[in-house]
């Protein structure tokens, strides 16, 4: 079980830090993803982080200005935001891989097997 939490509105140009906090002791296994959708539009890769050495990948329209961490220990990941722009408007998932330990890199959203019910991100202009 993956429960979102952070969203809410923000002015454009601001920050805000997403997280999401897995279940199970078995967390650190699993590459963990963001995605996004806003309304009328495909889900979208954000970012994703492997489960070992921290290794970090980047959709083309956030790169530079969000960031994905986790923290074991409170089976948490993080997605830090910033320079939040109204396109970045939308409901914001995070993902953990299908099986632990292996997964392509970088992923897409097809090697991702469990889902948040997601937050609502909005920027306003």
């Known amino acids: 079980q993956l429960v979102e939490s952070g969203g809410g509105l923000v002015q454009a140009g601001g920050s805000r830090r997403l997280s999401c906090v897995g279940s199970g002791n078995t967390f650190h296994t699993y590459t963990m993803g963001w995605f996004r959708q806003a309304p009328g539009k495909e889900r979208e890769f954000v970012g994703a982080?492997?489960?070992?050495?921290?290794?970090?990948h980047y959709g083309d329209s956030v790169q530079g200005r969000f960031a994905v961490s986790r923290d074991n220990a409170k089976n948490t990941v993080y997605l830090r935001m910033s320079n939040l722009q109204p396109e970045d408007t939308a409901i914001y998932y995070c993902a953990a891989a299908r099986t632990p330990y292996g997964t392509k890199w970088p992923p897409d959203s097809g090697d991702f097997g469990s889902w948040g019910q997601g937050t609502q991100v909005t920027v306003s202009s």
């Open positions: 982080m492997r489960w070992n050495f921290g290794m970090t």
